[in-house]
């Protein structure tokens, strides 16, 4: 898994600090999608940070590179070439579950898994035999992205590196697949998923609600420009005032603050993301959270898991839908607890 990529989950998994994605300002009404929009038609033009990228003809054989665009292409009922290593919330051969589940679904073979690595295996990419490459969600430099670009059309981020919304990703892929009817389709029946879910949820409705992590003895607090915040505001709940109030400006998704500050994060619900149980229980245990409202409410939701954490860290075309039962009862439970302590 890329480095980046690593910080980013390992914030709330418990690696080091967090540099996730939020928003693109890339407008996803322009070039990209323009000569798709007739049922996917070809060429295609997409622009990215490094220029743009024409795709002559329908791809098949794909290789992805960064994180999300095996899912959505998956999603979209394309399978890979090859596929990278996902060290974190991936098995022992790097495959996500959620990848794993989807393959087994359509019956399909496991696509080649590159080698662990912060760079792309260049040889193990050009021996796949890539007709597009995908990197939408990367880290690629330019540098990167030439030597890919000899290999194969390569389609880089919009704009900067792990920084495309997962719904500008699926989008994208779309358009680079000639799949831009079924990405519609995908989004709406995500978005689908989630109403319902908050439909079948009232509890969750005006309630505020912090997420965080809590790892190697630093607390970090996510803000409203982290996708899992926006997911949860999507299900009904508010983002409370005091993770506002307290930012820093550390980072645009994230911030830390001191253990003697917990008291000040106040909100109905509280969201603690841990890789292993020991580390949740060590949170839900710490003198500093048994301060905290919320805990003595046992208004807490406590998702554990390398691979749940990923699944919303950004989520993606495949991984959102994965974990959302659990993820949303947890937060059922999380949130009656809240009104049952008023």
């Keep these: 898994m890329p480095r980046r990529l690593i910080t980013v989950l390992a914030a ?13 300002a890339s407008d996803t009404d322009g070039d990209a999608g323009t000569d798709a929009a007739a049922g996917g038609a070809f060429p295609v033009t997409i622009e990215h ?14 290789v992805t590179w960064g994180w999300g665009s095996a899912d959505d292409a998956i999603a979209l009922g394309v399978v890979p070439v090859a596929i990278p290593f996902q060290a974190y919330g991936g098995d022992e051969n790097g495959v996500l579950p959620w990848i794993a589940d989807a393959l087994d679904e359509q019956g399909a073979d496991l696509p080649t898994v590159l080698s662990d690595s912060t760079e792309p295996p260049y040889e193990e990419i050009a021996a796949a035999a890539p007709d597009v ?19 194969a059309p390569v389609v880089a981020y919009p704009d900067e590196p792990w920084s ?3 719904r500008e990703l699926i989008e994208i892929t779309g358009t680079a697949l000639g799949k831009t009817d079924e990405a519609t389709s995908l989004l709406a029946d995500i978005d689908r998923a989630i109403a319902e879910k908050a439909a079948a949820h009232p509890e969750f409705a005006g309630k505020s609600i912090a997420l965080t992590s809590d790892t190697a003895g630093v607390f970090y607090v996510y803000t409203d420009a982290d996708p899992r915040v926006t997911f949860a505001t999507e299900l009904g709940f508010e983002s409370a005032p005091s993770v506002a109030e307290l930012a820093n400006g550390e980072s645009d998704f994230f911030y830390t603050i001191s253990y003697e500050q917990l008291d000040k994060l106040t909100s109905d619900v509280i969201v603690n993301f841990a890789a292993t149980q020991e580390e949740s229980d060590a949170f839900l245990n710490a003198g500093y959270a048994q301060v905290m409202p919320q805990v003595q409410n046992g208004a807490v939701a406590s998702p554990v898991g390398a691979a749940v954490v990923a699944s919303v860290s950004p989520p993606t075309g495949l991984s959102l839908t994965w974990g959302i039962d659990d993820y949303v009862e947890q937060l059922s ?4 607890a809240a009104d049952a302590a008023k």
Aim: aromatic share 8%.
């Design 49 to 62: 940070a490094f220029g743009e990228t024409t795709i002559d003809a329908e791809p098949t054989r794909v």
């Design 12 to 24: 709330t998994a418990a690696i080091a600090a967090l540099t996730l994605s939020g928003c693109s």
């Design 333 to 336: 439970v999380a949130a009656l």
């Design 164 to 166: 495309t919304d997962w």
């Design 133 to 151: 490459i995908l990197a939408a969600y990367s880290g690629l430099t330019e540098e990167q992205y030439e030597l890919l670009s000899d290999i």
